[in-house]
């Protein structure tokens, strides 16, 4: 195993030396939720279940392709927009669009910021993935999208505050920390929620943890640093001001079952 790893090193030295930069990252991050805030298995997390009672949705526009929210993710984010009258939401970073369709249909105002066409060129994404750019949520007349990057805009323009945030922008540390303090200065009152995207690397324990350190350091105070939390069944965390019940399930053990119906049909050219 040892030879392989060293003819790694010499035949493929790039890759090898991206993956142990990635990982010197990650295990930066993690010491500091540990050693910092002393959570050593990553945030507490609040049953699906008791976030959305009686949970019955269905969401449409949902490509099931790499680099999209889960349907659970969206489910979350659709149901939370319900619980207010003319919901106003801000995403920040959207891709095919599908979240933002799916939340634009039961809310009030929507808006986004990300990235335009030419910063995607810049970061070096794709040709395929810049094509499929707000696919599905252009042309809705309740969206607003603004073409910039949420780390650097002037959100003062907007002369809005909101009901729900949306943070699925830059998931690397700096990114989700300036994009949390974002979040909660446009809170629009004590009753707003923030959902982060990628606390998680799979729906169960496997912290993400540059965006929980993320989130956590750009949270302004302890008292709202505590009400953070992961959330079952999902990819994501959220931010409540209000007390739940939470922690660390037991892996693997479900404690819910879920009814899906499927329907596909050919998108037009």
Sequence with gaps: ????????????????????YNLTVEMK????????????????????LELLPGLDETIENYSFLEGTSRVTDIVLLKQLAKKFSSCRYLELGT??????????????????????????????MGESSIKVSRLFSKG???VTDIKANSQTYDFSKL??????????????????????QTAFKL??????IIVWHDFGRGLEGLNNWQVLAGALDGAPSEE???KIYRVSNTLCG?????KVDAEYPEAFVPNKTFSLSLKAEKMKA
């Design 159 to 180: 002369e809005k505050s909101f009901d729900l945030v949306f943070v699925d922008a830059d998931h690397k540390y700096e990114g989700v920390k300036i994009d949390t």
């Design 29 to 48: 991050c993690k010491n500091l939720v540990v050693n910092k805030y002393g959570l050593k298995q990553g945030l507490p997390t609040v049953d699906l």
């Design 187 to 192: 809170l629009k009152n004590e009753n707003s």
């Design 238 to 242: 959220v931010y409540l001001n209000r």
């Design 224 to 226: 709202r640093r505590k």
């Design 1 to 20: 195993m040892l030879l392989d790893f060293v003819k790694l090193v010499f035949t493929n030295t790039g890759e090898v030396m991206k993956g142990l």
């Design 140 to 142: 809705l007349k309740n």
């Design 95 to 124: 891709w095919r669009g599908e979240s933002l369709y799916n939340v634009a249909q039961v809310s009030g105002e929507c808006y986004c910021v990300s990235f335009s066409e030419e910063d995607m060129r810049s970061a070096g």
